[in-house]
Every structure is written in structure tokens, then in C-alpha cells.
């Protein structure tokens, strides 16, 4: 997407709710560790919701601009509670966490460095923590027509991920839909919810 294009794509989100998968999670992580990682944050529709329920709550996304729109969003008594970075996926610092959300984001995750973002993700898991997030597909649109890199797995590549998950909830979506932004497209995707059982 161009520049103005991502700005429209977060305004819209930073009216968005919570995403749902969330509260799925949530009711699931049997771990001891109240703090959470946001990564590709955006506009922090997901971290305001952890903050309130309670989790030190650590975000990150590429885009300064989404990170900017997330502190204004933020009263000056939550800074403390919740710490936000301009960063990728490659490059981010996981601190011990109890729950990492990745809810549409590791789509642009860089391929030929995601195994190693992969294990710095889940070694900062704790064993108990829950894992709740989106893998692109090998059939979306956005593999063969987007102008950023992506990251792309078949079903099996996923469930290969989880090795060391007791997988809780696992979804596929294949079939044409809006985007954020009202544009058509076919949308390939893998959603997971999984518990960490081991290292």
C-alpha cells in the first residue's frame, strides 16, 4: 500500500474493537505472566483492551504513524503499563511473555527471516502462554499482487509452526471479501489459537 493508503487503513482501524479472537485467548492462557506482546499493533485496538484487563502490554509495528495514533490514544497514567515501538518483527526485542497476539501482521513478516523471528517469538513465550494470530495463505491475492514482501504458508507449514502448541482453536478462511477499505479480493488465510505445552 502507499503511504496515504496505510494512513486511510488506520484511521478505519482505530475505531475498530478489540479483535475478537482476543477474549478467546485470553480465556485460555493457564500461564502466570500478565504481560502480553502486540506485534504489528497498528493503531492499538488490541493493546487498549489487554491494558484495561490488566497485562503489562508491550506493542510493536514498522509504521510510525499507527504507533503515533496508539500514544494519543493513551492516558498519561497507562505509559506505564504499556510500551510502544517503532520496530519489526526481525529487529523487535521479545520480553518473557504470557500472551503474543500477531492478528494480521506476520503476513509481512520478511520470508527469508522468519524461522529465526519464529523461534525469538516463541522462545519468549512462556510454557502455558497462549499464541492467538493470522498466517497468509498460499492462494490470497496479496502474495501475487501486493508491492510489500510476504510471507506465505501452506496448511501443513502452519501446524508445523506449532510443534511445541497444544492448538486450541484453528481456522481457515478461502473466499473473496472486502479489505479494511472496501476493495475486493480473495482472501487465503490460517487463524490460530494455541498453548504453549513445552521449549
Not at 508491550?58 to 517503532?86: H, M, P, W
Request: charged share 20%; proline share 3%.
Amino acid at each position: 500500500m502507499t503511504k496515504q493508503l496505510w494512513k486511510d487503513y488506520y484511521q478505519k482501524m482505530a475505531k475498530s474493537p478489540h479483535h475478537p479472537m482476543i477474549e478467546y485467548a485470553i480465556a485460555h492462557h493457564y500461564g502466570s505472566t500478565q504481560v502480553a506482546i502486540d506485534c504489528g499493533c497498528g493503531t492499538g485496538r488490541n493493546l487498549h483492551y489487554l491494558h484495561n484487563l490488566g497485562y503489562q502490554v508491550y506493542g510493536f509495528d514498522i509504521n510510525f504513524d499507527a504507533i503515533e495514533l496508539s500514544r494519543q490514544d493513551l492516558k498519561s497514567d497507562t505509559l506505564n503499563l504499556v510500551q510502544l515501538s517503532v520496530c519489526s518483527f526481525e529487529q523487535y526485542n521479545y520480553p518473557p511473555a504470557g500472551i503474543i497476539v500477531a492478528n494480521n501482521s506476520l503476513f509481512f513478516a520478511e520470508p527469508n527471516q522468519f524461522t529465526q523471528t519464529w523461534q525469538n517469538m516463541t522462545a519468549a513465550l512462556e510454557i502455558g502462554g497462549i499464541f492467538v494470530g493470522d498466517f497468509m495463505g498460499m492462494k490470497d491475492d496479496w502474495l501475487l499482487k501486493s508491492q510489500h514482501t510476504i510471507s506465505a504458508f501452506s496448511r501443513e507449514q502452519v501446524e508445523a509452526l506449532f510443534i511445541n502448541f497444544e492448538i486450541i482453536k484453528f481456522s481457515e478462511r478461502d473466499e473473496r471479501g472486502q479489505t479494511a477499505l472496501g476493495k475486493q479480493k480473495h482472501w487465503h488465510t490460517f487463524s490460530v489459537i494455541a498453548r504453549k505445552t513445552s521449549n
